[in-house]
């Protein structure tokens, strides 16, 4: 009586996990290889992230001319993932804040790069 070591034998349920985990190492090599440009672009927009700019609809809060900051009641931003809220902003540019008072109502545009996001525009509404 032969012997065959299971291993060796050629059968559909073996070839099938083979296939399997060719697929796996595959897609595991395939993991890695892109896990450092990947990591790359999230360095909080030091890198070649591209910045992006949306206009929301929002209510001042309060003006903050020392630190170039205004606290807005904005709507919801969907393309950062933003639901509406409050919260301060940096503005780019402080002669934007000039003649801005609490419940004013603006629409600001604000430049979002990696995890930086300031107010580059703003008009009353
Ligand atoms: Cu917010």
């Known amino acids: 009586m032969k012997r065959t070591f299971p291993a060796l034998r050629a059968n559909p349920t073996s070839s099938l996990a083979l296939a399997a985990l060719l697929i796996l190492g595959l897609g595991l090599a395939l993991a ?3 896990a450092r440009p990947a990591m790359a672009q999230h360095d909080h927009g030091h890198g070649a992230e591209p910045a992006r700019v949306y206009s929301v609809e929002a ?3 309060a ?3 020392v630190r170039q900051a205004v606290t807005l009641r904005h709507g919801p931003i ?3 993932g933003w639901e509406a809220m409050t919260m301060p902003f940096r503005v780019d540019d402080p002669a934007l804040l000039e003649g ?4 004013d109502g603006i629409v ?3 430049r979002f790069q990696g995890q930086d996001y300031s107010i580059i525009d ?4």
């Open 32 to 34: 890695i290889s892109q």
């Open 59 to 61: 209510v001042v809060e």
């Open 63 to 65: 003006v903050d001319s």
């Open 78 to 80: 969907p393309q950062v």
């Open 100 to 103: 801005l008072a609490p419940g």
């Open 108 to 110: 600001a545009d604000i």
């Open 122 to 125: 703003l008009e009353k509404r």
